[in-house]
T-cell receptor
Framework: ETGVTQTPRHLVMGMTNKKSLKCEQH?????MYWYKQSAKKPLELMFVYSLEERVENNSVPSRFSPECPNSSHLFLHLHTLQPEDSALYLC?????????????FGDGTRLSIL | QKEVEQNSGPLSVPEGAIASLNCTYS??????FFWYRQYSGKSPELIMF????GDKEDGRFTAQLNKASQYVSLLIRDSQPSDSATYLC??????????FGAGTRLTVKP
């Protein structure tokens, strides 16, 4: 296993379902991130965790709930999503959260809301 | 509103030519700048980062930074069809968080 691994790669769910996205990094990094990527829009930073503590929440609706049980794992719990939440959800990690820390991305989960 | 702006393209260049990708940013507090390449259906992949004014070269890639003009660019020399992808520019502040542009789609024609 190398880098940042996300599961599942694809997810289709109804608006009333509850599901979770999983991210695991094997790089020994201390910071992890969730991003949303919609077509023709910039990557939107959703959450930042540093040493398992949430340090940023960019006004994300409460139907998205992150969890970081340790520095290698990050989850995004989904509940009562809306059609506009359909997007590619990317997880990233970096050595720390300082400005000069390049982020390494997983391949993402393609989420479709019916 | 702090923003990173890129021309969405598509930018089309012939094989062997120089591709020039440009990016501007609005936050003067931005300290570090990154270029990522994203193939369709794949994750962003880090190509270059630059912190200081001037040029930084790595193989066929050159990143240029002008903090006074709030401008970052990426030059790809001897462009290859395999360089065809979307290129994302990102800027960070001292604290945390990376702000991305929407990306420029590059097509290199054989």
């Amino acid at each position: 296993e190398t880098g940042v691994t996300q599961t599942p790669r694809h997810l289709v769910m109804g608006m009333t379902n509850k599901k979770s996205l999983k991210c695991e990094q094997h790089l020994g990094h201390n910071a992890m991130y969730w991003y949303k990527q919609s077509a023709k829009k910039p990557l939107e930073l959703m959450f930042v965790y540093s040493l398992e503590e949430r340090v940023e929440n960019n006004s994300v609706p409460s139907r998205f709930s992150p969890e970081c049980p340790n520095s290698s794992h990050l989850f995004l719990h989904l509940h009562t999503l809306q059609p506009e939440d359909s997007a590619l959800y990317l997880c990233a990690s970096s050595p720390g959260t300082g400005g000069r820390q390049p982020q390494h991305f997983g391949d993402g989960t393609r989420l479709s809301i019916l | 509103q702090k923003e990173v702006e890129q021309n969405s393209g598509p930018l089309s260049v012939p094989e062997g030519a120089i591709a020039s990708l440009n990016c501007t940013y609005s936050d003067r507090g931005s300290q570090s700048f990154f270029w990522y390449r994203q193939y369709s259906g794949k994750s962003p992949e880090l190509i270059m980062f630059i912190y200081s004014n001037g040029d930084k070269e790595d193989g066929r890639f050159t990143a240029q930074l002008n903090k006074a003009s709030q401008y970052v660019s990426l030059l790809i020399r001897d462009s290859q069809p395999s360089d065809s992808a979307t290129y994302l520019c990102a800027a960070t502040e001292e604290v945390h968080g990376m702000r991305f542009g929407a990306g420029t789609r590059l097509t290199v024609k054989p």
